[in-house]
């Protein structure tokens, strides 16, 4: 039986100087303490009893730097515990044995810790996305290898066909086995531009392995059923007469989320993701610039009527905050951890919209993206017209059309997608919830 806690050991230069946090791993009644790298906190930014970060209110840049510190704690303890896992599945193990596949996970010289490098890098540039794809994938062909870090230099052909036909056989989607593919993909590349791997007289690893997202179900919603979830009556869904006051909390919740994801289809698709941690100061002289979680690419987008006005029907509760919406909140929480809530939140509440609008499909906030471009598609839009507008960084839309379109152009496309879901809607056989 292996135990695990978190402990702060405050600095030898009082409480006005940073300590540093270490795992205490008892097994067997014999005590190993491993100290954290660059996870140094106060005193007061420590909850013992929670095992748990402790965010200051009105600290911006610090609380950005303890984002970056709970990732690490949060991705070394999942190590031990699968580390943990595995020396438990071959029954009998010491602790020294446990610390010696901790030891051997720290070199970058090796797969998880070279993953590790990338994502901490990552995590600097708020491309967590990224990161944790990094880190699942490195920790899936680790497993595929019972537990034992892989040194860059074994990543071979053999090893990726095994490891693809290991995936297969466990029925994993073609999706699922692509995405393991093409982040061990860019993580080995890297490794090759960094030095780390000399490219053995051109050798493949990936030659052959299908790294490329396969079609799959369209999630974007057809116009006639966009414009039905535009064209929701709140004031008519609930019944007649005096409302309770959980039924008027209800409704107010259903118009939060129907106001966010009309926001997102119209500012050109914007993903929730951009949307949640949008600041004021990304709004100037009438366009809103940002750059997108995902590749790091900036976008403009034009502040139209539509989105100034959704914009001000927040703009009580996001008073003293920084963001735009009042989503991730200055209240001492992880803000990936709220992100991630009201992700879960908004993806439950447009399940109801759906219903309500009598649309008989899953939404989720990934809609409102794919459907901005299904209706640009609808009104004749240049397929690399809604390519640019949506911000995709492929080589076949960015490198050849990027410097041959203004933002006016793609401006006109946004009206033109917006006019298009906001013409009236006559219901044509749809299914309605009252």
Known sequence: MTSMNLVLRPSSKGNNHKGSLSLRLIHNRRVKSITLPDCRLFAEEWDKTSQTVIYPENNPPRAKELEIIELKINTEVEILHSFI?????????????????????????????????????????????????????ARGLISFN?????????????????FEKHLRDRGKLPNTVAYYMRNLRAIY?????????????????????STAVARTMKRALPLEELQALHALD??????????????QIRLLNLQRSWRYFFFCVFARGMSWVDMAYLRKENIRGGVIRYCRKKTGQQVEVSLTPELNNLIRTFSHEVAGSPYVFPIILNNGKNPALQYETALRTQNNRLKELAALAGIDRKISTHVARHSWASVGKTENLPTRVISESLGHTSPETTLIYLALLNNRVLDEANERVVKAIKRPFHRTGMAHEG
């Open 85 to 137: 896992a595995h020396l438990r599945s071959r029954g009998h193990y010491t602790a020294d044995e446990l610390m010696e596949l901790y030891r051997e996970k720290k070199d970058s010289r090796k797969l998880l810790g070279f993953a590790e490098s990338l994502a901490a890098g990552l995590e600097r540039k708020n491309c967590r996305r990224t990161a944790r794809a990094y880190l699942t994938a």
């Open 146 to 162: 019972r537990g034992a870090d892989i040194p860059l230099e074994q990543i071979n052909p053999a090893l990726m066909k095994d």
């Open 189 to 209: 590349n890297k490794a090759v531009e960094s030095g780390r791997i000399i490219n053995r007289k051109g050798e493949k690893p990936f030659a052959g392995i």
């Open 234 to 247: 709140f004031d008519r869904l609930l019944p007649r007469g005096r409302k309770t006051e959980q039924q």
